[in-house]
């Protein structure tokens, strides 16, 4: 069982943006993290990161076939990406959303996620544990 777990905008940019909302601990620590949680897991992964809306959807385009899940954090194109929610909903692979902070009670323009209309689950306000909540969501899913 393989999942890519795809990065969006500004989250190479950990620990140093904003470290009150997003936590001190840098892009490399979260890479880490959900590499000792996939492999806890049992669980084959791929870790993309990109700050261009293309990228990201050929790295979703490019799950196709070669992943059986997606966990997804598409960062700021969450509030506006339709083409992300396309290339999700194109796929048709179980993809789970998920966001370091919690979106829920920040500003209005964050309240609305396209993404998230693709997405079996929602994992908002835990830090990188929600990366791990989504690993494991993901692998009783397809079991
Ligand atoms: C984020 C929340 C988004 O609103 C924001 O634009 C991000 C990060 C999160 O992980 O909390 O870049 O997705």
């Known amino acids: 069982m393989k999942l890519f777990i795809i990065n969006g905008p500004n989250l190479n940019l950990l620990g140093l943006r904003e470290p009150d909302i997003y936590g001190k601990e840098d892009y490399s620590a979260l890479c880490s993290f959900i590499e000792s ?9 791929k870790i993309f990161q990109s700050n261009h809306e293309g990228e990201l959807v050929d790295i979703i ?25 396309d290339a999700l909903k194109a796929v048709n692979l179980p993809a789970v959303e998920v966001h370091l902070s919690d979106i829920s009670s920040r500003e209005d323009f964050r309240q609305i996620s396209y993404p998230g209309m693709a997405c079996i689950k ?13 690993i494991l969501f993901l692998k009783s899913y397809l079991e």
């Open 37 to 45: 949680s996939c492999r806890e897991a049992g669980l084959e992964y």
């Open 61 to 85: 385009q490019s799950a196709y076939n070669n992943a059986d899940g997606i966990v997804i954090n598409p960062a700021a194109y969450t509030h506006t990406s339709i083409a992300i929610l």
């Open 122 to 134: 929602t994992v908002k306000g835990m830090g990188f544990e929600g990366y791990r909540q989504a």
